[in-house]
């Protein structure tokens, strides 16, 4: 059995960029089928069987469209922006265990890019700085609504990553420890997270909506207020690229959800890991697009005030009787 | 239906169903517990349900609402006002026009222009009759000063063409001789849609 | 490889601490300041302290800078600051100076030979543990400390944001809005 090289690591890199952006893309198609399904659409249906070269078709336009880059923009920063968007999504993602190890070859490959053993912490630390995706190329546009997005983008970041590592810091006093991997093997031997820690499942899960942009929490690009917030003036793949980092931070939150509360890739009853994991992240998807077909956006002011004086002070109780109760 | 039916003009109220919504609490202590016990009773679910629900109908018993546009078309009123057709006698299949030139006189975006001149058999005949449909505003006061039927608005909604000339010829406009046999009466203004029976409802107010 | 790293690190880092400081442009200095946060972070990494560098991401990129970015909304951006020096030599004396004297400080322990590490890493425990450690023993006092200033500041915040925060403007019309003024 040989140990991983630099080289694995950079074929490993390679690859969880191509699966990524594929699934991205992929889910997009997923995103408009099952909208248009809750609404009792059909959805795309004319590019290829069931619209499923529909992707191609979007990759296609997005690629030969006009790069639009408005006359007083800071043209350095407007360009930079959405690459820090793709960028931080994806090395968020590096730090994410998705299935159990495997061999392959004759070559043991454990599944995680980068194994710090802080994962947690570092898959937050990069979704937070995540942020000047949007903050950037909304500042640099030199366009009212940007400058509205980017204000909305630092608060709803700085208000809901301390939500995020709030309701996070209950499960990681029960493991004892910063990695993904250890919250893994935790759930073998114990039940699932989410029945011992719920609120701090459900706490989780308002922030990862707000940290990942989605409805009821995409205030930064809210169309029936602000036009399209930090993205109005984005077109093409610059705009596109904002696209596939929030599909690749949707991905990170519901691997997070499923390894942290779901109890990870352990087998569960018949199924094998590598199926559980991937049924428990579909689900979470699926929740995202079913939540944004559900409910209305909230209002910026009532957004503040459910982070500030009711999210934040539910996950330090939390804490607090987690800590009690650990200490008993 | 009967006319008893009709004369009941209250529709709809008997159905009302009041919601025991709770006045809007003042006080802090009063929104607090209107927060938890909204949050606790999983108000938010229900609506998560209802798309659930919506999804599986469409899904599983095939009730979805989409019209494949381009291959599938709902019919539209007779009274809807499209692109203008001239018609034809049924017996000789001579266009009906006559050449009076009220629509043209009428048209108050002044888009008509026609032309005409004595024929062989002293019949005036048009020799030449557009719609320039830049300007129409398909205010149907043409079709309805006609003393001939002979311009109608069509049901041609699909106006979307790389010359507008496409459609405002005369020639364009008339009915082609071989499809004279099918050619449609226009029902006329005011006249009620092919479905009316099967989409009439009460007026649901009370008055 | 780790000295390329850290020679790449350091250069990096100057070089957009550089920019920050010469820069006309707000939205450049911003940039390159939370890039070069990022960077540091990446120092960390390089000696092992994941969670310091962690912490060092999330703390200074994720909040300080955005903070400073809130800031920087009310200017702006797409135009340069005109900055006025009344006199340069001063300020290259007190900068130099300043810059000179933190390089001794940090440098002279590193060079001396009797320096010691008075709390060395206790073996097993991984990264977070061993910060735990040194801070829960050692300084727990100015921990402590630390974290009543942070609430004293926290509310103080708070009292100075929310005074008059019942009072709506766009709520008043303009007479009220005049009283208001007059008892200010
Ligand atoms: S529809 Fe109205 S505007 Fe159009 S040609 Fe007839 S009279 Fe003129
Ligand atoms: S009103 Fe009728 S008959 Fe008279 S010119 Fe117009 S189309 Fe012909």
């Known amino acids: 059995m040989m140990e ?92 994410v265990p998705v299935f159990p190890d495997f061999t392959i070859f004759g070559i043991f490959v454990p599944s995680i890019a980068a194994d710090v053993n802080i994962g947690i912490l570092f898959v937050l630390g990069m979704m937070a700085a995540g942020l000047y995706g949007p903050l950037l190329a909304g500042m640099s546009q030199a366009n009212k609504w940007g400058i509205i997005g980017a204000a909305r983008t630092a608060a709803q970041f700085i208000s809901y990553e301390v939500v995020t590592g709030l309701s996070l810091l209950a499960p990681i006093m029960m493991v004892g420890s910063l990695s993904l991997i250890d919250f893994n093997h935790y759930n073998e031997t114990h039940p699932w997270m989410v029945f011992m820690q719920p609120v701090a499942f459900v706490l989780f899960l308002i922030a990862g909506f707000a940290e990942t942009n989605r409805t009821p929490f995409d205030l930064l690009e809210n169309e029936a207020e602000i036009i399209a917030g930090y993205a109005t003036e984005y ?44 049924l428990k992240i579909a689900f979470m998807f699926f929740l995202m697009l079913w939540v944004r077909a559900s409910w209305p956006h909230v209002r910026p002011d009532q957004f503040m005030w459910l982070a500030w004086k009711v999210l934040m002070p539910l996950a330090v109780i939390n804490v607090v009787i987690t800590g009690i109760v650990i200490m008993v | 239906m009967s006319l008893e039916h009709f004369k009941n003009r209250n529709v709809g109220t008997q ?47 095939g009730k979805m609402h989409t019209t494949k546009y381009p291959f599938e078309k709902l019919p539209i009123g007779p009274r809807y006002r499209a692109i203008h057709e001239m018609k034809r006698l049924l ?41 320039n ?75 | ?68 970015a809130f800031a920087m909304m009310f200017f702006d951006v797409t135009r340069d600051v005109e900055e006025r020096h009344d006199k340069p030599w001063l300020v290259f004396l007190l900068g130099g100076g300043i810059a000179v004297t933190l390089v001794v400080i940090f440098a002279a322990p590193i060079m001396g030979e009797t320096v010691h590490a008075l709390y060395p890493p206790v073996a097993g425990a991984t990264n977070p543990q061993a910060v735990g450690l040194v801070l829960f023993t050692k300084y727990l006092l100015p921990f402590e400390v630390a974290s009543v200033m942070l609430l004293v500041a926290m509310i103080a915040g708070i009292i100075l944001a929310g005074k008059k925060m019942e009072i709506s403007l766009s709520a008043m019309d303009e007479d009220m809005i005049a009283d208001t003024k007059e008892h200010a």
């Open chain 2, 91 to 131: 017996e000789s299949g001579h266009y009906r026009c006559i050449g009076c030139g009220l629509c043209e006189k009428i048209c108050p975006a002044d888009a008509i222009r026609m032309d005409t001149h004595y024929g062989e058999n002293q019949r005036k005949e048009v020799s030449e009759y557009t719609i």
């Open chain 1, 4 to 95: 991983v090289t630099y080289l694995g690591i950079i074929i490993k890199a390679i690859l969880i960029l191509a699966i990524i952006s594929a699934i991205a893309g992929f889910g997009t198609y997923i995103e408009r089928k099952v909208l248009a399904f809750m609404q009792r659409r059909l959805g795309p249906m004319h590019v290829g069987p069931y619209g499923l070269l529909q992707i191609a078709a979007d990759g296609i336009k997005l690629f030969t469209k006009e790069d639009f880059i408005p006359q007083n923009a800071n043209k350095l920063m407007f360009m930079v922006a959405p690459v820090i968007t793709a960028a931080t999504a994806f090395i968020a993602l590096s730090a």
């Open chain 3, 1 to 68: 490889m780790i000295p390329f790293a850290f020679y790449l690190f350091a250069i990096l880092i100057t070089g957009l601490f550089l920019v920050t400081v010469m820069s006309k442009n707000v939205l450049y200095a911003m940039t390159s300041l939370a890039a070069g946060m990022v960077l540091i972070s990446g120092l960390f990494f390089i000696l092992g302290a994941d969670f310091l560098g962690v912490v060092q991401l999330i703390v200074y990129v994720g909040a300080v800078m955005a903070v400073y």
């Open chain 2, 15 to 61: 159905n009302y169903r009041m919601l025991d919504l709770d006045p809007t609490p003042v006080t802090g202590w009063g929104q607090f517990k209107q927060v938890v016990r909204r949050s606790l009773s999983l108000e938010l679910l229900v609506g998560l349900k209802v798309t659930l629900r919506e999804m599986l109908k469409a899904l599983l018993f």
């Open chain 1, 235 to 278: 077109s093409g793949m610059r705009w596109g690229m904002f696209f596939i980092g929030e599909y690749a931070n949707m991905i990170t939150v519901s691997v997070l959800a499923s390894i942290i509360f779901l109890g990870g890739y352990t087998d569960l009853w018949f199924i094998p890991g590598w199926l559980a994991i991937i």
């Open chain 2, 133 to 207: 449909f830049g300007r129409c505003i398909f205010c149907g006061y043409c079709a309805e000063v006609c003393p001939e039927l002979a311009i109608v608005h069509g049901g041609r909604y699909e106006t979307a063409s790389e010359q507008r000339a496409s459609f405002s010829l005369f020639e364009d406009m008339l009915t082609p001789i071989d499809q004279l046999k099918s050619q449609r009466e226009f029902p006329g203004y005011g006249s009620v849609s092919v479905n009316a029976d099967t989409n009439i409802k009460k007026t649901p107010l009370a008055y």
